[in-house]
């Protein structure tokens, strides 16, 4: 075996640029598969951390009967948010609760009207959420809105001008009321960007004439411990007739979203990889075409066809192994800048880029990610080589060293 081994490596030294170029492609191709496996657990770990600190919370205890078709039903709201709120407080893992009012409702300048998601949302409401992160200009005042910068240019409003919204109370009534807009916000949600105004909780509760809320989100100590802190939430609530989802349950479309977006940029990496495999396939053919007295010579001097295949399998391997720790140390490199420096995300500004991200993101270490490259990699090479090896054994010697070079 040792003897293949050093053959196999003076003949792939023979023939350097063509090597060296087989070498490169290969190298670059688990580099970049690398990448964009850490850069996307980035993205991804940065996604759900939006979302829980945005959207979802940790957890929602929403109504029993709350249909998600129509979610801004009055139907759907808690009967008793209080109680919910003292039940939930006792509980030693929870960290924060807020309870939230959404309603459908126009957003009218006088001129031009859209329809918007009006949420009120309470003084606790940043026990869960980090909306405040998000504000770039004013805050939320009473008799006050804030809304996304989007919104607010899409109505050409501006800081301290009135507006007004109209909408359905509980009791069927249209109504409209004025509120100035007191802060603007840039989020990581199109949907909060173009469509959503915030109110103070306590007035929205008076211009519907309701003391209900539509959900109260749960902030616990841990959020990966869903499994097992959700049914100790849902015991603490027996008998009040809600339901109590986790971020995980929340956020299932999303997840889908990121694992379909995942897969297609899996196929964009495998793409480069069949390139560098195609190299390696090209390396291999020329190296049997241009050996063909040396295969003939081996077979004379009593080389067996498993011998001789073994060869070339090994010259796959050789460059399967030098491109894939060559690759390695590229993916590191490569991988480096975005884990330490970071992707600013801000370039993108309002624009909806369909994940909810925003600010600098930073790239993951995935040890996974290595050994996946290394294995596909090696398993890969020893699969492009196992062509042209299995030509070789279909060679006679006397055809062999009938060739011409």
């Known amino acids: 075996m040792m003897y293949l081994l050093k053959l196999a490596l003076k003949n792939i030294l023979r023939s350097k640029i063509r090597t060296v170029l087989t070498f490169l492609i290969l190298s670059f191709g688990v580099g970049i598969y690398i990448l964009f496996a850490c850069l996307m657990a980035g993205f991804d770990r940065e996604s759900i951390k939006n979302v829980i600190d945005f959207e979802t919370g940790h957890y929602k205890v929403r ?8 979610p801004y039903e009055p139907a759907n709201n808690l009967k008793d948010p209080q109680a919910v709120m003292q039940r939930l407080s006792g509980l030693p893992f929870v960290t924060g609760l807020a309870e939230r009012l959404l309603f459908l409702a126009e957003l009218d300048n006088g001129v031009d009207a859209v329809p918007v998601v009006a949420t009120g949302i309470g003084p606790r409401d940043q026990e869960v959420f980090n909306l405040n992160k998000y504000i770039v200009q004013g805050s939320l005042e009473p008799g006050g809105a804030l809304m996304g910068r989007k919104l607010a240019q899409d109505l050409g409003l501006k800081l301290r001008d009135p507006v007004y919204l109209t909408f359905r109370t509980e009791q069927g009534m249209y109504t409209s009321v004025e509120v100035m807009v007191t802060g603007l916000i840039v989020s990581a949600n199109p949907q909060v960007n173009s469509s959503t105004v915030y109110i103070p909780l306590d007035e929205a509760r008076k211009d ?27 015991e603490a609530l027996a008998g009040l007739n809600v339901k109590v989802e986790s971020w995980e349950q929340l956020s299932e479309d999303f997840r889908a979203m ?5 897969k297609f940029q899996n196929i964009l990496v495998l793409m480069i990889m069949v ?18 007295r040396e295969i003939g010579t081996m077979k004379a001097l009593g080389f067996t066809d498993r011998q001789v295949q073994r060869l070339f399998l090994v010259e796959g391997a050789l460059i399967g192994v030098a491109g894939g720790l060559m690759g390695l140390v590229l993916g590191t490199l490569f991988n480096s800048y975005f884990a330490f420096v970071g992707f600013n995300m801000d370039l993108f500004g309002d624009q909806d880029i369909g994940m909810p991200i925003m600010g600098n993101v930073k790239s993951v270490w995935l040890a996974g990610a290595y050994a996946k490259a290394m294995l596909f990699t090696l398993a890969a090479s020893l699969v492009a080589s196992y062509y042209p090896a299995r030509k070789v054994t279909k060679m006679e010697a006397m055809e062999c060293l009938r060739t011409v070079q």
């Not at 519907?208 to 849902?234: G, M, W």
Request: glycine share 2%.
């Open 63 to 70: 109504s029993a009967a709350f249909d998600e078709d129509q």
């Open 275 to 292: 390139i560098a495999i195609v190299g390696i396939i090209n390396t291999m053919l020329m190296s049997v075409f241009e050996k063909k």
């Open 208 to 234: 519907l004439d309701t003391r209900n809320a539509t959900e109260i989100a749960v902030k616990t100590d841990a959020f990966f411990k869903v499994s097992e802190y959700q049914p100790k939430i849902q």
């Open 258 to 262: 990121m694992t379909m977006k995942r």
